[in-house]
């Protein structure tokens, strides 16, 4: 089966994901600030952000104010612990077993196998199925932060694309992130200022998302103070091709999501040559020439993507 024709199957309204921000899910007065932040994607985290004795206290707080936050247009998703921590089915169990409201995002580390997939496939069949209330699947976002994660990370996505097509499915593969700290500690490689070490997982990450047509979510830039290396650091990111990028201060936000966000002169320029190009068709051509360049499919597909993207950011 071929992936536009699974994508067929459950396509759905397009969810911006430009910055994905963080915060412990064991604080609840970072949690409703969360809210207000107007960030595309909201992560409360049970993991990495969240003390391990604290771990419980973050599963209550987070199904609780689930039901009570108005989000104003931010995706609000929740990150559980690996699958390999053995803490990953009691999140679930207690977040969307027991909150009154379901996230809309799920967001799941460290994913190195398809068996992982399965897993998190037949977990949500076991504890969604108990609820009384029929819910819309879950967006499903994997993180991509271990050799051997990179090492499948193409038949991961493959087997994410064939469960998302099922009836019994309850969740849509929707995304990877790459976690950068990680992938580093795995290898033994050091962190530099230049992620020269990270080259090549990046660049893999974006290439396999875009094969399956899921959001690419690039590296945290832990540096607070220096915002224009953060700058930088985006703009390299949306020009590789991710589409987003994950934050963990609140004055990273704004600077993000603007780097992911096409200029207004750029999106009118797509919009006329994408005019042109349809113009150009109706007279038997394919290829043509357009303010001096050479335009073809992959020119407009380019065009193409700016568009829809500027459209899904205005909703």
């Not at 994607?41 to 973050?58: F, L, S």
């Not at 936050?69 to 931010?74: E, I, K, Y």
Request: net charge negative; hydrophobic share 40%; with cysteine.
């Amino acid at each position: 089966m071929s992936v536009t024709h699974l994508h067929g199957l459950f396509s759905r309204r397009f969810i911006p994901r430009r910055a994905a921000m963080y915060a412990p899910g064991s604080e609840e007065k970072k949690l409703r600030k969360l809210a207000t932040l107007g960030v595309d994607a909201a992560i409360m985290d049970c993991e990495d952000g969240v003390a391990v004795n604290k771990k419980e206290e973050a599963r209550t707080i987070i199904s609780s104010i689930l039901g009570e936050l108005n989000w104003n247009g931010t995706d609000p998703g929740v990150r559980i612990n690996s699958i390999g921590s053995g803490l990953a089915r009691k999140d679930m169990e207690e977040i969307l077993g027991g909150a009154e409201i379901l996230p809309s995002s799920l967001y799941v580390p460290k994913v190195e196998n398809t068996d992982n997939l399965d897993w998190i496939h037949h977990e949500l069949i076991r504890i969604l199925e108990q609820r009384n209330t029929k819910s819309e699947k879950l967006n499903l976002i994997i993180y991509a932060e271990t050799a051997l994660g990179l090492t499948n990370l193409a038949s991961i996505a493959y087997r994410g694309i064939e469960l998302s097509s099922r009836t019994d499915c309850h969740f849509i593969l929707d995304g990877i992130v790459f976690g950068a700290d990680d992938y580093c500690a795995d290898i033994g490689a050091q962190r530099t200022e230049s992620s020269d070490e990270v080259l090549w997982a990046r660049q893999q990450v974006v290439a396999i998302s875009k094969a399956y047509r899921l959001h690419a979510i690039d590296m945290v830039n832990i540096n607070l103070m220096n915002l224009s290396h953060l700058e930088s650091e985006s703009l390299q990111g949306a020009q590789w091709g991710f589409t987003g990028k994950q934050v963990i201060h609140p004055s990273q936000v704004p600077v993000v999501q603007q780097c992911f966000t096409p200029p207004n002169k750029d999106i009118a320029e797509a919009q006329e040559l994408i005019h042109s190009f349809h113009a150009h068709q109706t007279t038997g051509l394919g290829a043509f020439s357009y303010k001096g360049k050479m335009i073809d499919m992959p020119t407009l597909r380019i065009a193409q993507n700016m568009v829809d993207l500027s459209e899904a950011i205005r909703r």
